[in-house]
């Protein structure tokens, strides 16, 4: 069956970094367009970022333009999420999941994985 599951999360002060990666398996993994999504405590999961199959597209929220980067190596099976100049606002859990399609609804998207937390200090 169709496995996803994130890992690199944790607490890291303010102005620091993290890359959050995330491997899928049981299925073709370059059939897919892959994205990252959040949610914070009391607040609706919004999308971070998301990247068509080959890494050719990819699109940010306004709130992490500029300080996030999205990647995949389709030959791991592995999606990436550089984290830098991060904020307490970027606090969440933040988990990965696949599409058929591009696109940046969460409601496009099919498998998800349990989540990784991030926790920025100020």
């Known amino acids: 069956q169709v496995q996803v599951v994130e890992s690199g999360g944790g607490l890291v002060q303010a102005g620091g970094s993290l890359r959050l990666s995330c491997t899928a398996s049981?299925?073709?993994?370059?059939?897919?367009?892959m994205g990252w999504f959040r949610q914070a405590p009391g607040k609706e999961r919004e999308v971070v970022s998301c990247?068509?199959?080959?890494?050719?597209?990819?699109y940010y929220a306004d709130s992490v333009k500029g300080r996030f980067t999205i990647s995949r190596e389709n030959a791991k099976n592995t999606l990436y999420l550089q984290m830098n100049s991060l904020k307490p606002g970027d606090t969440a859990m933040y988990y990965c999941?696949?599409?058929?399609?591009?696109?940046?609804?969460?409601?496009?998207?099919?498998?998800w994985g349990q989540g990784t937390q991030v926790t920025v200090s100020s």
């Open positions: 999941a696949t599409s058929n399609y591009y696109n940046e609804a969460w409601e496009g998207y099919n498998y």
């Open positions: 049981g299925l073709t993994f370059d059939d897919y367009a």
């Open positions: 990247i068509n199959w080959s890494g050719g597209m990819t």
